[in-house]
């Protein structure tokens, strides 16, 4: 894993090969960029997002649903993150990638996983 710590624009690229991309960021528009990015060259986007006690996870590659699907795009505020939610949702994105790379498991390919830390519980949407 190679974290890139550069800040997202159209111009957005890297030089080396990447196998799969996992979204650790904090902006919607910024979350278009890094998924056209991806899809351009054929590589998986793993989607992760955080609001409070919610967060949400999907596996995005050609054959998908995109983001504009299921996400539509409005002027934001910044989003409430609570540490113990976003840990759990980067974990849920962590595993996907480890599925996509190790090829075993079922990923969510046009999925959304909705996980409600107030519930303790999961939702799986279809998308």
Not at 4 to 28: C, Q, T
Not at 59 to 73: A, R, W
Request: aromatic letters at 8%; glycine letters at 8%; a neutral charge.
């Amino acid at each position: 894993m190679i974290p890139i710590k550069k800040r997202i624009s159209e111009e957005f690229d890297i030089p080396h090969r990447v196998d799969a991309v996992i979204d650790g960021m904090d902006n919607l528009e910024g979350r278009f960029i890094l998924q056209e990015f991806s899809l351009r060259r054929e590589i998986p986007y793993v989607f992760g997002a955080v609001e409070g006690y919610m967060g949400m996870v999907a596996f995005i590659d050609k054959t998908t649903k995109k983001l504009q699907d299921f996400l539509p795009k409005m002027p934001q505020k910044a989003p409430q993150v609570l540490g113990a939610t976003a840990g759990m949702v980067a974990s849920m994105q962590a595993l996907e990638g480890i599925k996509y790379l190790s090829g075993r498991g079922d990923l969510l390919r046009n999925n959304l996983l909705i996980y409600d830390a107030l519930s303790t519980s999961f939702l799986e949407v279809r998308l």
